[in-house]
């Protein structure tokens, strides 16, 4: 078969072998699937049609994926984050603050966060509408005040604080524990399959979606174990 013929017939295979070895589809990368495929079946030149394909794959580093988005979805089925009817809303792609974390844990909690501030952190102010989820973290330990007093509320919150977070709210131990805390909450993490690769850019800052997708599957976990152990305590001896 002739290299003309192969390109035509067997263009629109590429993406599935890309998507396949991306391991997930970033949703953000369809729009350029679209134009890869049409513009090639249009004789658009190879080497534009495979310049294409590498911006999409370059794209899926930033993008967000599917997971994510079902993430989402998901966490505001079940109230702890707002709903949106336009996917764009949710910002999965768009860092966040340390604030807006805390809100999240809060949510995950589940538990009744009073609406009051003390001015426990000299950089919150009493009247900001994070105050009451950064006490309620510090009034169940989930954060501790450091030497000054300080929180840096508006800071973008990185990966392994956003772990840390997420993992103590749920109450979740830890596999490991050494000097370095960060590759702890890492491994831990991992380890108990709220994430799917390990990772060492610690102070990476963490975008919504990732947040989201580890809440996620940090929720469901409890959840199952939860259940489990309801139908222990029904089944039990104990329970006759």
């Excluded at 078969?1 to 993406?15: G, Y």
């Excluded at 102010?125 to 105050?131: A, K, L, T």
């Excluded at 840096?152 to 805390?181: F, G, H, Q, S, Y």
Aim: hydrophobic share 40%; glycine share 2%.
């Amino acid at each position: 078969m002739e290299l003309n013929s192969w390109w035509s017939f067997k263009n629109w295979k590429i993406v599935f072998i890309h998507s396949y070895l991306s391991s997930e589809i970033k949703y953000s990368t369809l729009v350029l699937y679209f134009i890869f495929y049409y513009k090639t079946i249009m004789n658009l030149p190879k080497l534009t049609a495979i310049g294409l394909l590498l911006v999409a794959t370059i794209s899926t580093t930033f993008a967000y994926t599917l997971k994510e988005i079902e993430a989402a979805q998901y966490l505001a089925n079940i109230n702890i984050i707002q709903d949106h009817e336009n996917l764009e809303d949710f910002q999965l792609g768009s860092f966040i603050t340390r604030k807006e974390v805390l809100k999240t844990v809060g949510k995950l909690s589940a538990e009744k966060i009073e609406d009051k501030c003390d001015g426990t952190f000299l950089d919150v102010d009493i009247n900001d509408w994070g105050c009451k989820y950064i006490e309620f973290a510090y009034s169940k330990w989930i954060i501790v005040k450091n030497d000054t007093s300080t929180f840096r509320p508006e800071d973008l919150i990185t990966k392994t604080e956003a772990v840390k977070l997420i993992l103590k709210v749920k109450w979740v131990e830890k596999t490991r524990i050494t000097t370095n805390w960060q590759e702890d909450y890492m491994i831990t993490a991992f380890e108990k399959w709220i994430i799917e690769e390990q990772y060492s850019d610690f102070d990476t800052h963490a975008t919504r979606g990732w947040i989201f997708k580890i809440a996620t599957e940090v929720v469901k976990q409890d959840r199952e174990m939860k259940m489990k152990n309801w139908e222990f305590d029904i089944y039990s001896d104990e329970a006759l």
